[in-house]
C-alpha cells in the first residue's frame, strides 16, 4: 500500500497552559474521506488547527505529502496544498462571490484536483446563481458553501473541513454532503470534523473518535455504525 497522505502520531496541542490534545494519531490516504467525530469541547477543532500550524504544538511525526510539518507556520503548510475550511466562515463580507474566489486562487498542483470558478459553480448551484452577491447579503448556509468553494481555488490535495453540518438547514446539509462526496469522486482528500453521524455516515470512509483530546476509537464508518456501546460512550448527547 502507498503512504498515506496525511500521517499524524503523538500529536500534542495548546492553548496557553491548557492542554488540550494528548497524542492524538491517525491518517488520511489519498482520495480518503475520515471524520474526526466526538462530542463539543472533545478537540476536534483543536485537531484540525494544530495540523494546520495554527495553535502550539508538538508531535512525534506530523507528514504531508512526503513533507515535514512539525516546524512549518500556517501559510508555508497551505502552500505545500493543505486547505483549511474553518468553522466560522471568514469570508470577506465586503467582496462580491466572484470576488471572493479570486481572493482564493492558486496556481494548480499535478498531484491535486484543479478548480475554476465555472466549476465551483457546477459544485454550488446555489453560488452560481450569486456570482455579483456580496458576501453580506448571504445567507450562513451560503457562507459555508462560499468558503469552501474560496478554499477549493487554492487547488489543495488535502481538505480540512470544520463541522461542515453545524448550524446548517437541512437542505444545505444535504448539499454539503453532496459537495464532499463530489470531492472524493475528483481524487481530493479530506479530514472533516464532525458531530453528527448521520452526516459522517454519509461521507466518510472511517472515523477517529476522540474525547478530551485523546484518541478513543478508529475503525470504519461501517464498524462505528455497528458498534452501540462506541457511539454510546462517546458521541451521544
Known sequence: MSEP?????GLQAWYGRAHILDGIALTVGRGEVVALMGRNG???????????????RRAATL????????????????????????????????????????V??????????????????????????MRGRRGTRMSGGEQQMLTL???LMG???????????????????KQMADAVRR???????????????SFASAVADRACVIETGRLRWT???????????????YLAV
Request: avoid cysteine; proline fraction near 8%.
Open 42 to 56: 472533545a478537540g476536534k477543532t483543536t485537531t484540525l488547527k494544530a495540523i494546520m500550524g495554527l495553535v502550539e
Open 63 to 102: 507528514r504531508f505529502n512526503g513533507h515535514d510539518l512539525s516546524a512549518l507556520p500556517a501559510h508555508r503548510i497551505a502552500r505545500l496544498g493543505v486547505g483549511y475550511v474553518p468553522e466560522d466562515r471568514r469570508i470577506f463580507a465586503d467582496l462580491t462571490v466572484e470576488e471572493n474566489l479570486e
Open 149 to 151: 468553494a474560496r478554499t
Open 5 to 9: 497522505l496525511l500521517t499524524v502520531d
Open 104 to 129: 482564493g486562487r492558486q496556481p494548480p498542483r499535478p498531484d491535486a484536483p484543479a478548480w475554476t470558478p465555472e466549476k465551483l459553480f457546477a459544485l454550488f448551484p446555489n453560488l452560481a446563481e
Open 155 to 173: 487547488n489543495p490535495s488535502l481538505l480540512l473541513l470544520d463541522e461542515p453540518s453545524e448550524g446548517l438547514a437541512p437542505l444545505i446539509v
Open 219 to 233: 475503525g470504519t464508518m461501517t464498524e462505528l455504525l455497528a458498534d452501540d456501546g462506541v457511539r454510546a460512550a
Open 183 to 197: 470531492l472524493k469522486a475528483e481524487g481530493l482528500s479530506v479530514l472533516l470534523s464532525e458531530q453528527s453521524l
